[in-house]
């Protein structure tokens, strides 16, 4: 059974930074995409960050690039947001995903995931 579970969200005054983390089990991620969501509430479910756990290639959402990087262990299965220079806009629920390679380099559309963890909230306050 696949798992994904997110931890780090919370609430943190803008300009803070938070740590996200997803741990994945239940399945080889060996040639998975890796992701991060996030959706605000009355906006639909939106990209922030990628990268597939063979090479070293991430790719972000504009929105966050310079400010967020996403990261891996591979040994724990495990990855991270760290999400620097927060803002109020970035106030959502943070969800991590797994897309099966499907021969792209970069995956960045809800629906080329298959496996979601539960979400986490983060809020950040002016």
């Known amino acids: 059974q696949v798992q994904l579970v997110e931890s780090g969200g919370g609430l943190v005054q803008a300009g803070g930074s938070l740590r996200l983390s997803c741990a994945a089990s239940?399945?080889?991620?060996?040639?998975?995409?890796m992701g991060w969501f996030r959706q605000a509430p009355g906006k639909d479910r939106e990209f922030v960050a990628t990268f597939r756990w063979k090479g070293s290639s991430t790719y972000y959402a504009d929105s966050v690039k310079g400010r967020f990087t996403i990261s891996r262990d591979n040994a724990k299965t495990t990855m991270y947001l760290q999400m620097n220079s927060l803002e109020p806009e970035d106030t959502a629920v943070y969800y991590c995903?797994?897309?099966?390679?499907?021969?792209?380099?970069?995956?960045?559309?809800?629906?080329?995931?298959?496996?979601w963890g539960q979400g986490t909230q983060v809020t950040v306050s002016s």
């Open positions: 239940g399945r080889t991620f060996s040639d998975d995409a």
């Open positions: 995903a797994a897309a099966p390679y499907s021969g792209k380099v970069y995956y960045t559309s809800v629906s080329e995931y298959l496996f």
